[in-house]
């Protein structure tokens, strides 16, 4: 079934309707055009049937005088046809009492000035007339029917109704056809943008052989693509090289001072060595998060390398990690996990994401405090706590890189986390915010909004 909001977002469904809708008021035109063309045509002719049956009977009328018009006309209506478009007639006198014809009373037409107009018969019927004048006491009037004309535009209405309702049936099919074929060639793009693995790319270089402007595109998007591809792949060979470079020199420093420290007896150089081997280890932790934040960033929308994960049975197994840590630091940590909630992903990125929340939460909320975590269908992830919170002026910057939060001046961290926990969750298509709390901070991770 074809869903609305589909119809409302894609271009080709919408020009399949407007073509559809310009074909009925194309047809609509036409047959509105056709119906007055026609009663103008008819009009035309009654006036000059009737013009000529009026001035038949003003010459019978000189030669003959008004009981031969009165014979003459008694004479044709017996001698018409009762079907077709009939003539009427009467002659009346200055008072409009009738001398002769078969109209029973004289219409609102003034004689004297050969008035014409459209009235309505004794039987309903309508007709088109024309008064005159004869004498000083004697006046006549003629009557044309017209319903054959009725006859004949509901038949053209019905033409153009049934020709109307196949040519937009015809629009409608050829419309829907050629937009399906663009939609699919489209889509093949799309598919290329969401997942571009070596086979996409193969299929965008090949082109559909139609050589139009959409194949063109398709051509560019794939090289454009294969280009990007190129550049990340070269842009991850490059951080991984510098932080190989990087991360071996300190190693090799922390092992020296790690020598150092045994061989020296002095306790304020063993402070500050182990200070330093601190530090080290800091920054470190800083060049791994920087590296992941910017290989999620990297990987945003691609779906290579993802597997169904079960989050539930996840966050129960560290559930019962972080409880044991929980006891020790003097902390109520609690949890409602629904089971069943799965989610194609990273589990290492996933894992890596509800670690740093939990991390996050234990280390603002003093002991005493209290830490949840929710998991629900969707997926949704909620992960609060009742400390101090963060303050609203931080709310704004809270997930950028090195921001770091002032509700415990005395945690340790680079302002990295975060950062990480949002570059894991729009790898995966979620959405994580701070939601408001009447106490402590509440992070929730749910699918984006669109």
């Not at 309707?17 to 609509?28: G, K, M, N, Q, V």
């Not at 020296?256 to 304020?268: F, G, H, I, Q």
């Not at 990295?416 to 901070?441: F, V």
Request: hydrophobic share 45%.
């Amino acid at each position: 079934m074809i869903r609305l909001g589909a119809i409302r977002h894609s271009i080709f469904a919408q020009i399949v309707l407007w073509a559809i809708f310009t074909a009925a008021e194309i047809t609509f035109g036409l047959w509105m055009l056709t119906d007055a063309t026609i009663q103008r045509t008819n009009h035309l002719a009654l006036e000059r049937a009737i013009d000529l049956d009026l001035a038949g009977m003003v010459d019978i009328y000189a030669s003959g005088g008004a009981e031969q018009l009165a014979s003459r006309i008694e004479d044709r209506l017996a001698l018409q046809p009762r079907n077709g478009n009939s003539a009427h007639y009467l002659l009346a006198d200055a008072n409009g009492n009738r001398i002769a014809g078969d109209i029973g009373k004289w219409p609102k037409i003034k004689a004297d000035a050969s008035e014409a107009t459209e009235i309505e018969l004794d039987n309903a019927a309508k007709a088109f007339v024309r008064a005159t004048e004869l004498g000083p006491n004697l006046r006549l009037l003629v009557a044309h029917e017209h319903h054959d004309l009725d006859v004949l535009l509901r038949q053209v209405a019905l033409a153009f109704l049934i020709g109307g309702m196949l040519a937009v049936l015809a629009v409608a099919l050829g419309g829907w056809m050629a937009a399906h074929r663009l939609a699919s060639r489209i889509e093949s793009i799309n598919a290329a943008f969401r997942q571009p693995d070596d086979a996409a790319l193969e299929r965008l270089a090949r082109g559909s052989g139609d050589r139009d402007e959409i194949d063109e595109l398709t051509r560019h998007s794939g090289n454009a693509l294969a280009q990007l591809k190129q550049l990340a792949a070269a842009h991850r060979a490059t951080t991984d090289h510098v932080a190989h470079e990087i991360r071996t020199p300190l190693m090799h420093l922390d092992n020296r001072l790690v020598k150092a420290l045994a061989a020296t007896p002095d306790s304020e150089t063993a402070s500050r060595i182990a200070d330093a081997r601190t530090e080290i280890r800091s920054i470190t932790r800083m060049l791994e998060s920087l590296l992941d934040i910017a290989a999620s960033e990297a990987r945003r929308g691609d779906r290579h390398g993802l597997a169904p994960v079960d989050l539930s049975v996840m966050a129960a197994r560290l559930c019962e990690l972080y409880a044991d840590s929980a006891e020790e630091s003097g902390h109520t940590f609690k949890r409602d996990i629904e089971p069943g909630v799965r989610i194609e992903g990273e589990e290492m990125a996933l894992m890596r994401l509800i670690t740093n929340l939990l991390d996050n939460a234990f280390k603002f909320v003093p002991a005493g405090g209290t830490v949840w975590l929710v998991l629900r269908k969707g997926p949704t992830l909620i992960v609060s706590d009742d400390g101090p919170g963060v303050p609203e002026e931080q709310h704004a910057k809270i997930f950028e890189k090195f921001s770091r939060g002032k509700r415990h001046p005395e945690a340790e961290g680079a302002g990295l986390g975060l950062a990480l926990c949002r570059a894991i969750a729009e790898r995966h298509h979620l959405e994580i915010r701070l939601a408001p709390s009447e106490k402590g901070a509440c992070f929730t991770v749910a699918p984006e909004t669109k």
